[in-house]
């Protein structure tokens, strides 16, 4: 798979390592912003009442 997505790139190695390099900041910075907060609001709720 890999192999597959570097050769799909466009240009020599270090245009390709520098969109690969891209690519995965937006990803992390997708998760981080948007994804993260979604699952922390969605799964981690914290229970209603009081508990002591």
Known sequence: ???W???KLPGKWWLKSLI???VVSGLVAVMYFWFFPWL???WFQEPVGDLQ
């Open 5 to 7: 997505l570097w050769r």
């Open 20 to 22: 690969a390099l891209l």
């Open 1 to 3: 798979m890999y192999s």
């Open 40 to 42: 922390d609001a969605t």
